[in-house]
Nanobody
Framework: QVQLVESGGGLVQPGGSLRLSCTAS????????MGWYRQAPGKQRELVAT???????NYADSVKGRFTISRDNAKNTVFLQMNSLKPEDTAVYYC?????????????????WGQGTQVTVSS
């Protein structure tokens, strides 16, 4: 099986910064795209940022210029540096990974999600 473990959430004042981390572990042949999504109370889950295995990033318009996504392929870890945080960034942040596994001599692709980490931006 594969697990995604997130860390780094918390309470921060408007204008502050947080850094989220997520590590994929388990039976993994290769990790392709990784990313962060968030879900605020009463709203649908939305994309925040994604990054390819070649480290090409993609951002939601709402976070461009404030958030930076990066990854360490050797450690199957993705990071999200969040600066200039706003109250509207408050949400549960979920890590996502598109994982390739070798099962019965065949490569199979799966999507895995972390358990979520709370980010609260409030004074």
């Amino acid at each position: 099986q594969v697990q995604l473990v997130e860390s780094g959430g918390g309470l921060v004042q408007p204008g502050g910064s947080l850094r989220l981390s997520c590590t994929a572990s388990g039976s993994i042949f290769r990790v392709d795209d990784m990313g962060w999504y968030r879900q605020a109370p009463g709203k649908q889950r939305e994309l925040v940022a994604t990054i390819t295995s070649g480290s090409s990033p993609n951002y939601a318009d709402s976070v461009k210029g404030r958030f930076t996504i990066s990854r360490d392929n050797a450690k199957n870890t993705v990071f999200l540096q969040m600066n200039s945080l706003k109250p509207e960034d408050t949400a549960v942040y979920y890590c996502h990974a598109h994982v390739v596994r070798l099962i019965l001599l065949k490569l199979r692709e799966y999507d895995f999600w972390g358990q979520g980490t709370q980010v609260t931006v409030s004074s």
